[in-house]
């Protein structure tokens, strides 16, 4: 029971500390183009990195729900790519996906791409992850952490998977684009054989990576070629190489990567968690993440409809006044985590409330609007879900 209520009030902590704490931020790292390098992560990020064991990078961390824990991870990675503070989350793995789409943050769908934050829920809980990388032949490569288990491990999957390296019990609810559309370059070296697709016997060579560049030369079929960046651009995924001591780009869409660089195996099923940061990949039951909590104070659990009254002439007339429930901030006829958020931009100041939303709004009964409010109507839908 213990464990239970306390997976309930996990991520209230950490809704409360989005209020109080000061914004950091860093440049984004871009090449001459103007994207955005991007350097897969495939080990365990070091004690020393600011972006996950630091206190003014990662919120989770600072409110000691730490790695290993999937929220406090991909936190870090996201503010890793980004060189910035992203716009996710605070809350526990569960809410990631629907606070990004009410708050309209980022782009979203079930495409995989590089950067990108997966997103599962069940039950009470929920997990998330980050898609490292993403190879010619649909293989995706997903980093993450669990929950009092694993600090870091790789999951794998297939472009066209409906539940990318999940658990089957989990539900996806999908990726998150923190990139948005910005192009990005990821440094590595792979091996690739140009014109492998039946209508292309040629494949061009270009001065640079998109349809506008000057065509160098041709590479005929089974040219074999070391590609040491890619680029997304045009709609193609272009590949820097050096041919006869000139360098310039091909289209990978039209190449295929030589199999001895191809994944040959998938996640084994099992491995024990260490008490330092392992470099293997996960068991194929790990946990996923809903940060625990020991003490929050709490508000009504099951709040009565109560009458609101107003001096509000403008928009409830006095003979007019109707009941409404505590809480139901927007008037939509339910409390839900939507009245939370409207609260908490209204104590944030990015937005105003009316004198009646003012009075819904103080749903622990204390007379006045604060994050206490906000906790209580959490915990009241932690309790009735």
Not at 99 to 112: L, V
Not at 303 to 328: A, F, L, Q, Y
Request: hydrophobic content about 35%; aromatic content about 12%.
């Amino acid at each position: 029971m213990k464990r239970t209520v306390l997976k309930r009030i996990s991520a209230v902590l950490v809704t409360t500390a989005v209020l109080f704490t000061t914004l950091f931020s860093i440049s984004v790292i871009a090449n001459a183009a103007g994207t955005t390098s991007f350097t897969p992560r495939l080990s365990a990020p070091d004690y020393s990195n600011k972006y996950y064991y630091n206190g003014d990078y990662n919120v989770f961390y600072k409110y000691g729900y730490g790695m290993p824990n999937c929220t406090a991870y991909a936190y870090g990675r996201a503010y890793e790519i980004l060189g910035k503070e992203p716009k996710l989350s605070w809350n526990g793995a569960s809410q990631w996906y629907g606070y990004n789409q009410a708050n309209n943050f980022y782009k979203y769908g079930k495409t995989p791409k590089l950067g990108a934050i997966a997103c599962w829920t069940y039950g009470s809980g929920g997990h998330v992850a980050v898609v490292e990388k993403i190879d010619s032949n649909g293989n995706v490569t997903l980093s993450n952490s669990a929950w009092n288990s694993t600090n870091f491990y790789l999951t794998y999957a297939k472009t066209t998977d409906s539940n990318p390296g999940g658990n089957s019990w989990w539900t996806f609810q999908g990726y998150i684009y923190i990139l948005d559309n910005a192009e990005t370059v990821e440094n590595h070296t792979s091996t690739y054989t140009a014109g492998t697709y039946q209508l292309t016997s040629m494949v061009n060579f270009r001065t640079s990576a998109g349809i506008d560049g000057n065509v160098i030369k041709t590479l005929s079929n089974g040219t074999k070629i070391k590609v040491t960046e890619t680029y997304l651009n045009d709609g193609y995924n272009w590949g820097k190489t050096t041919v006869d001591g000139k360098t310039g780009w091909v289209a990978l869409d039209f190449c295929k990567l030589v199999p001895a660089e191809e994944p040959t195996t998938v996640a084994p099923t099992t491995v024990a968690p260490t008490t330092v940061a392992p470099t293997t990949v996960a068991p194929t039951t790990v946990e996923p993440t809903t940060v625990p909590m020991t003490t929050v104070p709490r508000g009504p659990v099951t709040p009565d409809p109560v009458i609101v009254t107003t001096t509000e002439s403008t928009t409830v007339p006095e003979t007019t006044v109707k009941p409404v429930v505590r809480g139901d901030v927007n008037n939509d006829g339910r409390v839900s985590i939507l009245d939370a958020t409207m609260i908490q931009k209204f104590l944030a100041s990015m937005t105003d409330l009316t004198e009646t939303q003012s009075a819904l709004s103080d749903f622990d009964g204390d007379g006045k609007v604060t994050i206490s409010d906000v906790t209580a109507i959490q915990i009241h839908l932690a309790d009735n879900a």
